[in-house]
């Protein structure tokens, strides 16, 4: 039984969370650099089952992209050419970050923690991956 990924793509930093292998919790997984993210996926596939992946897609208020959504519509390309075998969904990323932000204050994150943007990317990849688990059940 393979996991679901979710990722939450930006032109420096990628987060990145999974599903336990009963796809029933959505945890932090990583964040790692952009540039290294296909080397990144390509190791974890070969260590965990991964039937399903997840790409947050930055909308606006309105439903039209934002200036970041061509760059995450390149990034979903690549991906799909890169891992044809892999199911690929697209989930609205809208407030991840502010919601991940209150996530980590509600927790008593330290100051410090909630600083460093690669623990809220990695937080933002595991609303993303949540929120499709209760939209598909």
Request: hydrophobic residues 40%; positive net charge.
């Amino acid at each position: 039984m393979g996991r679901i990924l979710a990722i939450d793509y930006g032109s420096k930093r990628v987060g990145l969370a999974v599903t336990d292998p009963l796809k029933i919790i959505a945890s932090p997984l990583e964040t790692v650099h952009s540039k290294d993210v296909m080397s990144f996926m390509k190791a974890y596939f070969t260590k965990e089952e991964v039937e399903k992946v997840i790409i947050g897609m930055p909308k606006n208020l309105n439903n039209e992209k934002t200036n970041a959504t061509p760059l995450v519509e390149a990034f979903v390309k690549h991906f799909k050419k890169t891992f044809p075998d892999k199911e690929v969904f697209l989930e609205d990323e809208r407030f991840t970050s502010k919601m991940a932000l209150d996530a980590m204050i509600q927790s008593g994150s330290k100051k410090k923690d909630r600083r460093e943007k690669g623990n809220i990317d990695k937080i933002s990849a595991a609303i993303i991956l949540q929120s499709f688990l209760q939209r598909i059940q």
